[in-house]
């Protein structure tokens, strides 16, 4: 219901540098068994990301920008140049698309869902960094216990929206039918 985007954020985030090396990124990655990584800039601020995606241009595309076509897109034409980029403010998406701590789980979805992408740098409206959070982490809001959805209801429905007293409504949650006995089809 009101659950906001602090409440579900990872706030421990590695980062790069915008100098980054392409095999430090990618080693990290590796390492750290992660898919992207935020890019600030010296004050702190994310500038861009570095993603799977990003780096495998390099693979897609070996030849570099020397190697399109003379009628190629603007998309293809940048993927090129990305690829042929050594360091992460040249391997980067930019901008980064950001959310603020303060907007709701419903808001950080929608954003994920129009811009294609799988996480999302937290940034204090100053600008510093102050976590991420990905799909994986708004999704986690479904699996809390009945007891705590059912307090929430008490507390956002119907004290703060309805402006009835909690005490003389039961609320019951039960979860839905959650078997996997279910018959597959053979495809």
């Known amino acids: 219901m009101g659950r906001r985007v602090r409440d579900v954020m990872t706030p421990q985030v590695l980062t790069v540098d915008e100098q980054a090396p392409f095999k430090?990124?990618?080693?990290?990655?590796?390492?750290?068994r992660i898919s992207a990584l935020p890019v600030l800039d010296e004050k702190g601020r994310v500038v861009g990301i570095v993603s799977e995606a990003d780096?495998?241009?390099?693979?897609e595309f070996p030849e570099g920008p020397a190697g399109g076509r003379l009628l190629q897109g603007r998309r293809q034409r940048e993927e090129r140049a990305k690829a042929a980029g050594d360091t992460a403010v040249e391997l980067m998406t930019a901008p980064a698309v950001t959310i603020g701590p303060d907007a709701?789980?419903?808001e950080a979805a929608r954003l994920l869902h129009r811009h294609g992408i799988k996480r999302l740098p937290?940034?204090?409206p100053a600008g510093p960094l102050l976590g991420i959070v990905s799909r994986a982490d708004l999704l986690k809001v479904f699996l809390r216990a009945d007891a705590e959805i059912a307090q929430e209801i008490r507390q956002q429905v119907l004290l703060r929206a309805m402006w009835v007293n909690p005490d003389t409504i039961v609320v019951d949650v039960s979860p839905a039918d959650q078997s996997c006995s279910r018959v597959r089809r053979r495809i």
């Open 122 to 124: 937290v940034v204090d």
């Open 24 to 32: 430090e990124i990618v080693a990290l990655m590796d390492e750290c």
């Open 55 to 59: 780096l495998l241009l390099k693979e």
């Open 104 to 106: 709701t789980v419903t």
